[in-house]
């Protein structure tokens, strides 16, 4: 596998809580490396407008950070509504959400403190609490419905000179979509995929994930991948090559039919967890899921 990330060079934005990578294709990564999710956001320039792929943690203000990199209107589209990457939708007028009922009701109301609090812990910090942190009073704010708009499987969203579909991607959770750029021969994977632990356990109250919907996303996916260059991950690492879909649809099969693969139980927030190893990622699923 080649190594994608060549193509990046940092951008100082002065904060120190964003790490800025300028991308091929007119995109930049916003990451949240000093937190251990390491959630990274896109902002996909068009020559019209812009899409601003999730919000991330809302610790320290992405507004600000945007304002710099570009001029044009911003509208928000969130891959799905899992905390940490929704956390800044309230500074931004125009939320674009995939048509699910559970999720425009948890940006309607947030993340309560009490929800978070198994990321809010001194250790999920690597370097410790940010300045001015407050894990007690840490929460997701909720946006006005009149802010969100729906979306749904194979909508077209149009920048101007590149126009990005929304492809319905469940499995990780009900609501994950990804977004095509076919002409630029790219897809921003959200969670469903990113070279790491890839979370196949969430709990229902969560936005719960399915093994086998995800399992079957992946092998859907498959058939793009003579068509793409890069991938956009939503968490670890902001590029990744696309012949790596392949292998991930391999392994939730071999996962989903109980195969002979090495897998360990591990302890995660209060949950028993199975972990299978691939080569670049893992799966993680409930202990009793297969
Ligand atoms: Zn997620």
Redesign the pocket.
């Known amino acids: 596998m080649y190594n994608v990330l060549k193509r990046a060079e940092e951008i100082n934005v002065g904060e120190p809580w964003f790490k800025v990578l300028r991308l091929p294709n007119d995109v930049f990564s916003i990451q949240e490396p000093r937190h251990q999710h390491g959630v990274i956001s896109f902002l996909i320039l068009g020559s019209r407008k812009s899409i601003l792929l999730d919000t991330g943690m809302g610790i320290r203000d992405m507004s600000t950070i945007v304002d710099q990199l570009t001029d044009l209107e911003v509208v928000v589209v969130n891959s ?1 509504t ?1 905390f940490d ?1 929704i956390g800044d939708n309230h500074r931004f007028s125009h939320i674009f959400v995939y048509d699910d009922e559970l999720a425009v009701k948890r940006l309607t109301t947030g993340w309560s403190n009490d929800e978070l609090q198994f990321d809010v812990s001194h250790d999920s910090f690597p370097a410790g609490y940010p300045q001015g942190f407050d894990q007690k009073s840490y929460a997701i704010q909720a946006v006005g419905r009149e802010k969100i708009y729906l979306l749904h499987d194979k909508d077209m969203i149009d920048l101007g000179n590149r126009t990005l579909q929304v492809l319905h991607t469940p499995g ?2 009900p609501d994950s979509i990804m977004l095509l750029d076919h002409m630029n021969r790219s897809l921003f994977t959200g ?1 469903t995929f990113y070279p790491d632990w890839l ?1 196949a356990f969430i709990n229902e109250a969560w936005g719960g994930s399915d093994l086998k919907v995800y399992a079957k996303t992946m092998q859907e996916l498959t058939w793009l991948i003579p068509e793409l260059d890069y991938l956009y991950p939503s968490h670890t690492k902001p590029l990744a090559d696309p012949a790596v879909l392949d292998d991930v649809a391999k392994a939730f099969e071999i996962v989903l039919n109980g195969e002979e693969v090495k897998y360990e139980l591990i302890e995660m927030n209060g949950q028993e967890l199975k972990i299978y190893y691939f080569d670049g990622f893992a799966i993680v699923t409930q202990k009793n899921a297969c």
């Open positions: 799905h899992h990457h990780h959770s969670d979370f």
